[in-house]
């Protein structure tokens, strides 16, 4: 069974920084593209970032690029996410998601919430 | 900016069939955008139903289904049910290699 278990959530002032992960299980993590979709409060899903099987290409969205980094771990079968310059808008639960066929997500963890405030 | 539009809010009978859409605020979707949808209700993570435009996920079932109507990406369920009340959200795959989420359709069952 796939799981997907994220962690590192918590609560930062503005202009500081956070570290999530995800553990993964159930399936060869090397393989699969990863990915990061975050929810604010009472709001829709937004794509964040996504890396590639062995860690060499990411893409992020314009709202995080240049203050997130996705990385990874295959020994570890862990996806990262580094946080930094946190604004208030990117209070959210962050998900992790498997990538899938046809460019798709296909398994997502229950998500780890950060929240930004001063 | 590229921005991925769904309906707010729907509403559909028990039984009843809707359609719920997909669409750019600039162009149409095809399929080499690559269209999925998911299904989230409250507290939850979100469920994938549809990938690859029309492609169910494992285990969901045939009364989901997905297409391109038109200019859109459109997901229809057929005989709703009670426990379909949810929200769905489409993603769109970018040629600049990245995804970009609909803000999402409240589906109501009554």
């Known amino acids: 069974e796939v799981q997907l278990v994220e962690s590192g959530g918590g609560l930062v002032q503005p202009g500081g920084s956070l570290r999530l992960s995800c553990a993964a299980s159930?399936?060869?993590?090397?393989?699969?593209?990863m990915h990061w979709v975050r929810q604010a409060p009472g709001k829709g899903l937004v794509w964040v970032s996504r890396?590639?099987?062995?860690?060499?290409?990411?893409r992020y969205a314009d709202s995080v690029k240049g203050r997130f980094t996705i990385s990874r771990d295959n020994a570890k079968n862990t996806l990262y996410l580094e946080m930094n310059s946190l604004r208030v808008e990117d209070t959210a639960v962050y998900y992790c998601?498997?990538?899938?066929?046809?460019?798709?997500?296909?398994?997502w963890g229950q998500g780890t919430l950060v929240s930004v405030s001063s | 900016q590229t921005v991925v539009t769904q309906e707010p809010s729907f509403s559909v009978s028990p039984g009843g069939t809707v359609t719920l859409t997909c669409g750019l605020s600039s162009g149409s979707v095809s399929t080499s955008y690559y269209p999925s949808w998911y299904q989230q209700t409250p507290g939850q993570a979100p469920r994938t139903l549809i990938y690859?435009?029309?492609t169910r996920s494992s285990g969901v079932p045939d009364r989901f289904s997905g297409s391109i109507l038109g200019n859109k990406a459109a997901l229809t369920i057929t005989g709703a049910q009670a426990d379909d009340e949810s929200d769905y959200y489409c993603?769109?795959?970018?040629?600049?290699?990245?995804?970009?989420f609909g803000g999402g359709t409240k589906l109501t069952v009554l």
């Open positions: 690859s435009t029309n």
């Open positions: 998601g498997r990538g899938s066929s046809g460019y798709s997500l296909g398994s």
């Open positions: 159930g399936f060869t993590f090397s393989t699969y593209w």
């Open positions: 890396i590639n099987s062995d860690g060499i290409s990411t």
């Open positions: 993603v769109l795959y970018m040629d600049s290699g990245i995804w970009v």
